[in-house]
């Protein structure tokens, strides 16, 4: 029966630790933290997008300018080829001209685009960063509430100790609690062993009948 009693106590040690665990991660302060730690962690990965957003902005930007350059250097080509007569290099000028047009017509688009996005990236990025504020100052909230609790606990204990208790619940009712569940689950044990025992007898009973 103490094998049993030991068993019972350490399935109900594992309870009480699951239980607070639980506890723990409902903990509203707890919880918090590790979404403020989570939120900073995505509040800066963001900032490195933003960043590559405009970056490449720049990169857009340089292309614009180095394919406007070469455009207006293959117009004036182009005019020059053709007053000379030369149809050759006409040709090929009227071809890059025309290569040279499309491609600054899609940089402006792109740089268009990335302008919006970078603009929408920032107002988004800015509202994450007034966000995690915000959670900081609810965590300080909190922090002040409970330690307020624990403080208002401890002083129970010395002005108040009936509020204390009732407040806390009584630990020798817990334990007298636990020793009668334990009792029952012993009584309840040897029951059902004893219950086992007379059927085996009745069945070894029944087959020595029958051999006689």
């Known amino acids: 029966m103490t094998t049993l009693w030991e068993r019972f106590k350490f399935a109900v040690a594992t309870d009480l ?3 607070v665990s639980k506890k723990e991660e409902k903990n509203p302060i707890a919880a918090l933290n590790r979404y ?8 800066e990965a963001t900032g490195k997008w933003v960043e590559r957003q405009t970056q490449l902005n720049t990169k857009l930007q340089k ?10 250097k293959r117009r004036a080509q182009y005019e020059l080829a053709q007053s000379a007569g030369e149809s050759e290099l006409t040709s090929f000028a009227e071809m890059e ?8 017509d899609d ?5 268009a685009e990335n302008l919006h996005e970078i603009n929408s990236l920032e107002q988004r990025f800015e509202e ?5 504020k915000d959670m900081k100052v609810r965590q300080l909230q909190l922090m002040g509430k409970e330690n307020a609790t624990r403080a208002h606990h ?12 009732e407040r806390l619940g009584s630990f020798d009712d817990m334990a007298s609690y636990i020793k009668n569940l334990g009792a ?5 044990h040897e029951r059902t062993t004893m219950e086992r025992r007379l059927e085996a007898l009745e069945k070894n009973s029944a087959k020595q009948i029958e051999i006689g």
């Open 107 to 111: 940089l402006k688009a792109a740089i």
């Open 97 to 104: 001209v025309a290569s040279y047009s499309r491609r600054a």
């Open 184 to 188: 029952k689950v012993e009584e309840e």
């Open 63 to 72: 292309e614009l300018s180095e394919t406007s350059n070469m455009l207006e």
């Open 128 to 132: 994450m960063k007034h966000k995690v």
């Open 154 to 165: 401890q002083m129970d204990k010395v002005l108040s100790p009936q509020l204390a208790a």
């Open 36 to 43: 403020i730690t989570e939120a900073e962690r995505q509040t």
């Open 17 to 19: 630790d699951a239980v």
